[in-house]
């Protein structure tokens, strides 16, 4: 198996830079420590050129959590990407369930998803549905989510792309999904990228998040048919986060 890709959402954690810093070296420990796994630190924006500045390896790599799809302008108190890039971000999480809660549109993610690989950065296209209705209703509302984000996607570029699952009744949760219905979304999700986008999409990277933490992280990764995890609060827990890079690392 390839290298598993795990991505730290820190979200608007921590407090301080100084923890923030602190945070960062224990994940910077624990990733030199790994074997096949790469590690995507996503710390709030502010903290970006700090982090990437204090950092020399080649083990690690840094996310935006959200950012503008225009380059520059007139949109006070937004970043764009181009500017993440700049501070040293090579990847830009695209439509969180999160920003997704506070206003940004499928048509949000399509631009991002677009305006990240013309920055020459690696788009992590989240999508997942707020709730299961038993109907099959999350299977078109996800496809949905997919065709928007990878509409604006130049040829040959949809391998960039990375697809994160996360339903949103699973983020935040006591537990994630089983690993069992993740396989079946991840094959959903493939068959509905590969439509899109033809032979490209079998490249496409396919990530799970939501309550992924050290006692659940490696059966995902075995039974779950992704190629990564996207963390959230494990991910601010240094001893959790080492425990949970640990397991994936033995699993593969
Ligand atoms: P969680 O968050 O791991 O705390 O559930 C995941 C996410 O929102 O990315």
């Not at 989240?126 to 109907?135: A, F, L, N, P, S």
């Not at 509302?141 to 570029?157: I, M, N, S």
């Amino acid at each position: 198996m390839a290298k598993a890709l795990i991505v730290a959402n820190w979200k608007m954690n921590p407090l301080s830079f100084k923890e923030a810093k602190k945070l960062f070296d224990a994940t910077k420990k624990a990733a030199d420590a790994a074997k096949s796994v790469s590690i995507v630190v996503a710390p709030p924006s502010i903290f970006l050129r700090g982090l990437t500045d204090s950092y020399k390896g080649k083990k690690l790599a840094f996310a935006v959590q959200n950012a503008h799809f225009e380059k520059e302008g007139a949109f006070t108190g937004d970043i764009s990407l181009s500017q993440a890039k700049d501070a040293g971000a090579s990847y830009g999480i695209v439509g969180h369930a999160e920003r997704r809660a506070a206003g940004e549109t499928n048509d949000d993610a399509r631009k991002k998803v677009a305006a990240a690989l013309a920055a020459k950065m690696t788009p992590i296209l989240c999508v997942g549905e707020r709730d299961r209705t038993g109907d099959g209703a999350h299977f078109s509302f996800v496809a949905e989510q997919l065709r928007a984000g990878f509409a604006d996607v130049p040829k040959g570029k949809a391998a960039r792309v990375i697809v994160a699952y996360e339903p949103v009744w699973a983020i935040g949760a006591p537990k994630p999904m089983s690993a069992h219905d993740m396989h079946e979304m991840a094959i959903f999700i493939r068959k509905t990228v590969v439509e899109a986008l033809a032979g490209d999409g079998m490249k496409v990277a396919i990530l799970y998040g939501g309550s992924i933490d050290e006692t659940n992280a490696a059966d995902m990764m075995q039974n779950g048919d992704v190629s990564g995890l996207l963390v959230g609060r494990a991910s601010t827990d240094a001893k959790k986060f080492s425990a949970l890079i640990g397991a994936v690392g033995k699993a593969l």
